[in-house]
């Protein structure tokens, strides 16, 4: 049997090792240091998002400053189409002045189509002429009553234009798009 002092000790290696661990601690230390000088030194905070908030303060002033110019002057907008910029408050004293002018009219009554002129522009299958679930005729004491409104027949019919065609502008003829007849 072994003995335990030959086991348990052995000359060539020692149980506490303590040069390798002042090493360890030395450069723990030695590296806190480096990283406690490189961060020390180092700005705290960024200029950057204060350098943005100065030109958007900047951007802001200038366009008020020119608002301000602007809606409190005159000037032209488009000389050659004569369109002229005048102040806010002169805009608005001239159009109550011109809608003071106006007299309010009644509404007329809202044009319908009946269903025998509507013309037919989808493939929907015909409505039936009267549906189940209609309203039904005004009687002849309706017209007295303010909340029935009774149809009034359109004096011209609407314009029928294929599609794709162009639609013609405020009081200007389009030209035709079928020949004409040669003038003799």
Partial sequence: MPNDDETLAHPEQP??????WLWAVVLFVFFGAIVAITFGTMQRGSSY??????????????????????SS???????????ARIPIERAMELELA?????????AGPILTPTPAEAPVTSTVAPQPANPPNAAPA???????????????????APAQHPPGAPLPV??????STS???PKR
């Fill in 15 to 20: 149980r506490f090792l303590l040069n390798a």
């Fill in 49 to 70: 998002e204060e350098e943005r908030a100065k030109a958007r303060a900047e951007k802001l002033k200038t366009a008020e400053e020119e608002w301000n110019k602007t």
């Fill in 73 to 83: 002057s005159y000037g032209w907008v488009d000389k050659e189409k004569g369109v």
């Fill in 98 to 106: 011109d809608l003071q002018l106006k007299k309010p009219a009644p």
């Fill in 138 to 156: 005004p009687s002849a004491a309706a017209p007295n009553s303010p909340s029935v409104v009774l149809p009034v027949p359109p004096t011209v």
């Fill in 170 to 175: 405020g009081g200007k003829k389009q030209p």
């Fill in 179 to 181: 020949p004409s007849p």
